[in-house]
Antibody, heavy 120, light 107 residues
Framework: QVQLQESGPGLVKPSETLSLTCTVS????????WSWIRQPPGKGLEWIGDIYDSGNTIYNPSLKSRVTISVDTSKNQLSLKLSSVTAADTAVYYC??????????????WGQGTTVTVSS | DIQMTQSPSSVSASVGDRVTITCRAS??????LAWYQQKPGKAPKLLIY???SLQSGVPSRFSGSGSGTDFTLTISSLQPEDFATYYCQQTNSFPRTFGQGTKLEIK
């Protein structure tokens, strides 16, 4: 059974870079695509971006200039970097496994989420 | 971007009630729609995909319907564990977008 675990600093200073890792256990990171999603306190879900087994990435245009998603297959981990953060980037950050077929595309396994606060 | 609008934003209901939540897309998304359930402090959980396909392990009291731009999630007989927030999501195009959520509360 695949499990995902996010990790990283819970506090980041404004203008710095947020860096998170998602460790995949119970399965290979090479066999699916992977997503990052975030949720500001008390608000809804925002898709950040996807990374595919080809290494290709697609980002939310609202964050594209600041986001980098990558995979380390040797460690079975994916990572998220978000630069020049502000208080608006304070959120719970989730990683999720993506599954794509001919007629659906879903995020079927999610990590528990990690809270990141941007504050000096 | 495709805007996903859910209604109502919140609803109060009792155990045993039938509840319907609506999700409207700003443009046609064919069948590229999923529903997620989120409980406080927890990650979202996939309930339904491709409009009406039930994810493995999800009780059959949950069902989905619709096409094009208008979709519904129905819970046929509410159970205590169903009180949560529900989100629809489109995967027809990028960026992937979610509805704002519908909070289902106990009456």
């Amino acid at each position: 059974q695949v499990q995902l675990q996010e990790s990283g600093p819970g506090l980041v200073k404004p203008s710095e870079t947020l860096s998170l890792t998602c460790t995949v256990s119970g399965g290979s990171i090479s066999t699916h695509y992977w997503s990052w999603i975030r949720q500001p306190p008390g608000k809804g879900l925002e898709w950040i971006g996807d990374i595919y087994d080809s290494g290709n990435t697609i980002y939310n245009p609202s964050l594209k200039s600041r986001v980098t998603i990558s995979v380390d297959t040797s460690k079975n981990q994916l990572s998220l970097k978000l630069s020049s953060v502000t208080a608006a980037d304070t959120a719970v950050y989730y990683c999720a496994r993506g599954v794509r077929s001919y007629y659906y595309e879903i995020m079927d396994v999610w990590g528990q989420g990690t809270t990141v606060t941007v504050s000096s | 971007d495709i805007q996903m609008t859910q209604s109502p934003s919140s609803v109060s209901a009792s155990v045993g009630d039938r509840v319907t939540i609506t999700c409207r897309a700003s443009q046609g998304i064919s069948s590229w729609l999923a529903w997620y359930q989120q409980k406080p402090g927890k990650a979202p959980k996939l309930l339904i995909y491709a409009v009406s396909s039930l994810q493995s392990g999800v009780p059959s009291r949950f069902s989905g319907s619709g096409s094009g731009t208008d979709f519904t999630l129905t819970i046929s007989s509410l159970q205590p564990e169903d009180f949560a927030t529900y989100y629809c999501q489109q995967t027809n195009s990028f960026p992937r977008t979610f509805g704002q959520g519908t909070k289902l509360e106990i009456k």
